[in-house]
């Protein structure tokens, strides 16, 4: 069973940046598909950001050119640098493992974004 546990969620100002931590008990970068998936109040769980064992990376729309997906495989962690936040980036944010049929989620970090 694989656990995984974000990290660095807070309160930023509207312009600001944060920079998302998801450690995995394992190493699993190299067989499994990687995300980020965020939830706002009263609205369903959105894929925010994707990372293939090869490196690929994929973005929605609403956070290209200010988010970054990343990953440190001697560490074990997953990262999503997040700049210049805005108040609809506020959400709980979750870690993702992927392969074929096996799915593992974080507990999420919640991300504020308000002045």
């Known amino acids: 069973q694989v656990q995984l546990v974000e990290s660095g969620g807070g309160l930023v100002q509207p312009g600001g940046s944060l920079r998302l931590s998801c450690a995995a008990s394992?190493?699993?970068?190299?067989?499994?598909?990687m995300a980020w998936y965020r939830q706002a109040p009263g609205k369903q769980r959105e894929l925010v950001a994707l990372?293939?064992?090869?490196?690929?990376?994929n973005y929605v729309a609403s956070v290209k050119g200010r988010f970054t997906v990343s990953r440190d495989n001697a560490k074990n962690t997953l990262y999503l640098q997040m700049n210049s936040l805005k108040p609809e980036d506020t959400a709980v944010y979750y870690c993702?493992?992927?392969?074929?049929?096996?799915?593992?989620w974080g507990k999420g970090t919640l991300v504020t974004v308000s002045s």
């Open positions: 990372l293939t064992t090869g490196g690929t990376t």
């Open positions: 394992e190493n699993i970068f190299t067989i499994y598909i």
């Open positions: 993702n493992a992927r392969r074929r049929s096996v799915e593992y």
